[in-house]
């Protein structure tokens, strides 16, 4: 039987998570003492297999009779340190790429399908490259939430106060949640409630993106194909799409967010990530590169120009949706109530929206 968190404790296995802790402070030390963040090319794979290393090399000085076994792959987590038949516990690697503040990182699926199943007890291991840093702590204290995308993921946050845990949030313990047939289940009003406070909000919801839609970083690609690539599902290029999906799909991103009007890319940039799986590293492009055009007699700008070329595919959008007329009245409200354009360009807009209206039903 695993000791699981919480668990009322006897003396050996106290001894036993103290021993585990050791384990840790030793390992941490000697990458420290390597400099690992000295690496060239994948830094997340060579911290990984620094990690185990280390984690070996430790238990041998702490004369600790466990088995050490690096997993790595598609499993959780990626180094066991096996007690005995019945007993392990667990280190998950992770590793950050950004150069600023923060210690958040994405984590694994909530369905941890791929789990271990006698490990308990898992310390998330994560260190930044440049400067090389290392932070680790229970996995549990450092959940700060679970992101939705294509399949639901734990949110890590290594500098969070204990007491912002989700599982403190949401005051169910982690180790009831993972054994639950569908996990999810225990998140979806903490969700739904958090999705309203914060008013549709979703700048937060993309954390680990990079912020510049103008520049996708090949880091940033990389951690997002092999994040993606542990639930089994797959990132798409947008040069990947033909025409007609492309014409779908910028439909669509006007709609859901009208910002990209005035040129505010990000939350569109979200969204396609978010619920598309696709990456476009361009997005100025995509809407409103190239100069003016003549609509209606009146030279407007070409994002103005692009709506109307692609009126079709924005009604098509909104008569596909649930409630196409409330869902157009929104989209209008939020056109009519923009400032940027001059009053000539402004009319064009307008005009073009009211057109759009009289084919939605």
């Not at 941490?28 to 090319?41: E, W, Y």
């Not at 096996?82 to 503040?101: D, H, M």
């Not at 505010?264 to 003016?292: E, H, M, V």
Request: hydrophobic share 35%.
């Amino acid at each position: 039987m695993s000791i699981s968190v919480g668990q009322n404790l006897n003396h050996h296995e106290n001894q036993t998570i103290a021993d585990f802790q050791k384990l840790l402070d030793c390992t941490k030390t000697k990458l420290q003492s390597a400099n690992c963040g000295k690496i060239k090319g994948d830094f997340w794979k060579s911290f990984e297999i620094d990690v185990s290393k280390a984690v070996e090399e430790s238990a041998k000085e702490l004369n600790l009779p466990w088995e050490i076994q690096y997993i790595s792959g598609h499993k959780f987590p990626d180094i066991v340190a096996r007690i005995n038949e019945r007993q392990a516990f667990g280190i998950e690697v992770k590793t950050l790429s950004t150069k600023s503040n923060s210690w958040k990182v994405m984590g694994g699926s909530i369905m941890e399908s791929t789990r271990i199943p006698d490990v308990s007890r898992i310390q998330v291991f994560c260190a930044k490259q440049n400067p090389f840093q290392i932070k680790y702590r229970p996995f549990e204290e450092c959940v700060s939430n679970v992101a939705v995308t294509h399949s639901p993921r734990y949110m890590l946050d290594m500098n969070q106060d204990v007491q912002e845990s989700l599982f403190n949030k949401i005051h169910k313990p982690y180790d009831d949640i993972r054994q639950m047939q569908n996990p999810f289940d225990a998140f979806k009003s903490y969700l739904i409630e958090s999705k309203k406070s914060t008013n549709e909000n979703e700048d937060d919801s993309l954390w680990w993106y990079s912020p510049d839609v103008q520049e996708v970083s090949s880091q940033d690609i990389e951690e997002q194909i092999f994040a993606e690539s542990l639930i089994n599902s797959k990132i798409h290029f947008w040069s990947e799409l033909s025409k007609n999906e492309k014409d779908h799909y910028k439909a669509e991103m006007l709609i859901k967010s009208p910002k990209v009007i005035l040129g505010d890319y990000n939350n569109a940039c979200k969204w396609l990530l978010k619920a598309k799986g696709i990456i476009n590293p361009s997005f100025r492009d995509t809407f409103s590169a190239g100069g003016q055009e003549t609509i209606f007699g009146v030279k407007v700008p070409k994002i103005i120009a692009n709506i109307y070329k692609w009126k079709s595919d924005i009604i098509e959008v909104f008569n596909n949706c649930d409630s196409p007329n409330d869902s157009f009245e929104l989209w209008k409200e939020h056109i009519s109530k923009m400032t940027k354009f001059p009053s000539d360009e402004k009319n064009v807009l307008l005009r073009i929206v009211t057109e759009i209206g009289k084919e939605v039903r």
